[in-house]
């Protein structure tokens, strides 16, 4: 089984600097996605980037990119010009490719990310 | 699309109460995700269903979860007898076979007193 691991409960960073929130995972499997969700106050989930495997080249959206590192198996979310309202969990999580159907998302125990005025 | 709706939003009962919480996936979605989160252990699958049908149920804590989906629009998580360790925030989420991310509802948080 396929497992997810974000090693900082808690992270902050001071409005407009750069913050990095660590995720590891464990597979055996070639093919695959890794998502970044963050969850403010409300509770919604709301997807921040999304990365396939079999492409070697980090997702950006935005502010939002990633260092996919497949051999390691690591995949950190760099956080560029932090905002007030960036602050929230952050789930890291991952879901096969490899199995016919869809399949569930597994996720990390997440990260609270406090935003300093 | 108004996305997918879980219903109700909060939900008090007493210990040994039946709770019925409901759901209603992203229309022309075929995948239906329930989850429940905790502080202590996160965002856990409870089952999963692909075209209505039941996939894997292996997260289901006991006999007292159940879960249906007895059409396309429509999914049922089902806690009888409740008890206080329910406790927590229970999240819907629908995808299709040309999404690779999850669309998740609002959640619907349970306290078991």
């Known amino acids: 089984a396929q497992t997810v691991t974000q090693s900082q409960p808690e992270m902050s960073v001071q409005e407009a600097e750069t913050v990095t929130l660590s995720c590891t995972y464990d597979?055996?499997?070639?093919?695959?996605?890794l998502f970044w969700y963050k969850q403010p106050p409300s509770r919604q989930m709301i997807l921040v980037i999304r990365?396939?495997?079999?492409?070697?080249q980090n997702a950006t959206e935005n502010r939002f990119s990633v260092n996919f590192q497949k051999a390691a198996k690591s995949f950190s979310l760099k956080i560029s010009d932090s905002q007030l309202g960036d602050a929230a969990m952050y789930f890291c999580?991952?879901?096969?490719?490899?199995?016919?159907?869809?399949?569930?998302?597994?996720f990390g125990k997440g990260t609270r990310l406090s935003v300093i005025a | 699309d108004a996305g997918v709706i879980q219903s109700p939003r909060h939900e008090v009962t007493e210990m040994g109460q039946e709770v019925t919480l409901r759901c209603k996936p992203i229309?022309?979605?075929?995948?239906l995700f329930w989850y429940r989160q905790t502080m202590m252990r996160g965002l856990e699958l409870l089952i999963y269903?692909?075209?209505?049908?039941?996939?894997?149920d292996s997260g289901m804590p006991e006999d007292r979860f159940s879960a249906k989906m007895p059409n396309a629009s429509f999914s049922t998580l089902k806690i009888q007898p409740s008890e206080p360790r329910d406790s927590a925030v229970y999240f819907c989420?629908?995808?299709?076979?040309?999404?690779?991310?999850?669309?998740f509802g609002q959640g619907t948080r349970l306290t078991v007193v």
């Open positions: 269903f692909n075209n209505n049908v039941p996939i894997d």
């Open positions: 597979t055996s499997e070639s093919d695959y996605y």
């Open positions: 989420a629908s995808t299709t076979d040309w999404n690779t991310e999850a669309f």
């Open positions: 229309s022309g979605h075929n995948s």
């Open positions: 990365q396939e495997a079999y492409k070697q």
């Open positions: 999580a991952y879901r096969s490719a490899e199995v016919s159907g869809n399949t569930p998302l597994v």
